[in-house]
T-cell receptor, first 110, second 113 residues
Framework: RKEVEQDPGPFNVPEGATVAFNCTYS??????FFWYRQDCRKEPKLLMS???SGNEDGRFTAQLNRASQYISLLIRDSKLSDSATYLC???????????FGAGTILRVKS | DAGVIQSPRHEVTEMGQEVTLRCKPI?????LFWYRQTMMRGLELLIY????????DSGMPEDRFSAKMPNASFSTLKIQPSEPRDSAVYFC???????????FGQGTRLTVV
């Protein structure tokens, strides 16, 4: 079993749609959680950190469920520019080992 | 700051040759990571350093791979001898502290023929 698992997609959605991605992790002692975004042939970049209380940044909302070892990302009012691969990232309970999921592909179409 | 700098951006080499990838982390960052990305396996952590010391190299695929960090501003990933299955994009990243954002370089696209 992979340490961080994501549905690879692709998710094909129209502009303006709301889309949600899920991610599960296997290490119950993981401490830090993130969503990164990767555009085609580019490097990954931080989209947002994920906090236990949930957090929102504009159209993006991230949630963490420690009991179920589950992280989610919700994108409202999708834009064409949101098309990318979204990577779920988990940090181990010690050290600073960032483990990436395989990513979920989002395609927003007009 | 210019961000994480990797070189070369592209490398094409013949099987059996030695390949050296280079990375300059962001100044002041204590952590440096080497990742490999392929379509089949996604983004895999190969090794990471803290204050120039290798902390976890469990992701290094085999003895053909080695990484060094002789000082806080430079790291290398070496493959010797290279094989076609090593073809991938290799990313270097750095971060300032545990649990903080990792900043990635633009990557080195390696093709072994």
């Amino acid at each position: 079993r992979k340490e961080v698992e994501q549905d690879p997609g692709p998710f094909n959605v129209p502009e303006g749609a709301t889309v949600a991605f899920n991610c599960t992790y296997s290490n119950s002692a993981s401490q830090s959680f993130f969503w990164y975004r990767q555009d085609c042939r580019k490097e990954p970049k931080l989209l947002m950190s994920v906090y236990s209380s949930g957090n929102e940044d504009g159209r993006f909302t991230a949630q963490l469920n420690r009991a179920s070892q589950y992280i989610s990302l919700l994108i409202r009012d999708s834009k064409l520019s949101d098309s990318a691969t979204y990577l779920c990232v988990v940090n181990r309970e010690y050290g600073n080992k960032l483990v990436f999921g395989a990513g979920t592909i989002l395609r927003v179409k007009s | 700051d210019a961000g994480v700098i990797q070189s070369p951006r592209h490398e094409v080499t013949e099987m059996g040759q030695e390949v050296t990838l280079r990375c300059k982390p962001i100044s002041g960052h204590d952590y440096l990571f080497w990742y490999r990305q392929t379509m089949m396996r996604g983004l895999e952590l190969l090794i990471y350093f803290n204050n120039n010391v290798p902390i976890d190299d469990s992701g290094m695929p085999e003895d053909r791979f080695s990484a060094k960090m002789p000082n806080a501003s430079f790291s290398t990933l070496k493959i010797q001898p290279s094989e076609p299955r090593d073809s991938a994009v290799y990313f270097c990243a750095s971060s300032s502290d545990t649990g903080t954002e990792a900043f990635f370089g633009q990557g080195t696209r390696l093709t072994v023929v």
